[in-house]
């Protein structure tokens, strides 16, 4: 069981739209559409962004989607503000009753 | 609202046991087909799913840590508790307490709680 693959960092300015992307394999991400995606403010427990691939809990603002392709998945953040600076991290079940997360990404918003 | 407390010591030292518990309030804890997890963050670094408890006693854990793991749960009290066995240094960093719904999708986390292996 090994991680999932993220970028360590994406950046961009307000306004505009940033896709962070989180690779697995045919075990995890390519097989099962349980794929979350968690925000993290530093000192703070992660917050649910997205789960099972496209669905936001409520709450949760529409500028943030979620996509899936083969072995990857995408968090897409659009109209991005500079409250979205934070850490990302993506997560997939894995099968046979185990989870597996992502390295993480920090998002800049320049 | 649910809501997750973890406790526990903040410091064990080398070759001992590290021993957390997480406190479940606001929601159905024994009903609702939850799973209980333990996840753990490095600093600087990502997470790390250790493993997750069902309030019937049924675990699963990350086969890197399984050796090493042991969850529990006491459904009387609504907690559900973490022993990691022969700590190294490795093993500090901030232990978090989670709900899931199965599937891997974690909607409601403890705050955290830092656990340094030092002598």
């Known amino acids: 069981q090994s991680a999932l693959t993220q970028p360590a960092s994406v950046s961009g300015s307000p306004g505009q739209s940033i896709t962070i992307s989180c690779t697995g394999t045919?075990?995890?991400?390519?097989?099962?559409?349980?794929v979350s995606w968690y925000q993290q403010h530093p000192g703070k427990a992660p917050n649910l962004m997205i789960y099972?691939?496209?669905k936001r809990p409520s709450g949760v603002s529409n500028r943030f989607s979620g996509s899936k392709s083969g072995n990857t998945a995408s968090l897409t953040i659009s109209g991005l503000q500079a409250e979205d600076e934070a850490d990302y991290h993506c997560c997939s079940y894995a099968g046979s009753n185990t989870v597996v997360f992502g390295g993480g990404t920090k998002l800049t918003v320049l | 609202q649910v809501q997750l407390q973890e406790s526990g010591p903040g410091l064990v030292k080398p070759s001992q046991t590290l021993s957390l518990t997480c406190t479940v309030s606001?929601?159905?804890?024994?009903?609702?087909?939850?799973?209980w997890t333990w996840i753990r963050q490095p600093a600087g670094e990502g997470l790390e799913w250790i493993g997750r408890i069902y309030a019937s006693g049924s675990t699963n854990y990350n086969p890197s840590l399984k050796s090493r793991s042991t969850m529990s749960v006491d459904t009387s009290k609504n907690q559900f508790s973490l022993n990691l066995s022969s700590v190294t240094a490795a093993d500090t960093a901030v232990y978090y307490c989670a709900r899931d719904s199965g599937s891997g999708t974690h909607s409601y986390w403890g705050q955290g709680t830092l656990v340094t292996v030092s002598s």
């Open positions: 045919s075990s995890d991400v390519g097989t099962y559409n349980y």
């Open positions: 606001g929601g159905s804890f024994s009903s609702g087909g939850y799973y």
């Open positions: 099972d691939v496209t």
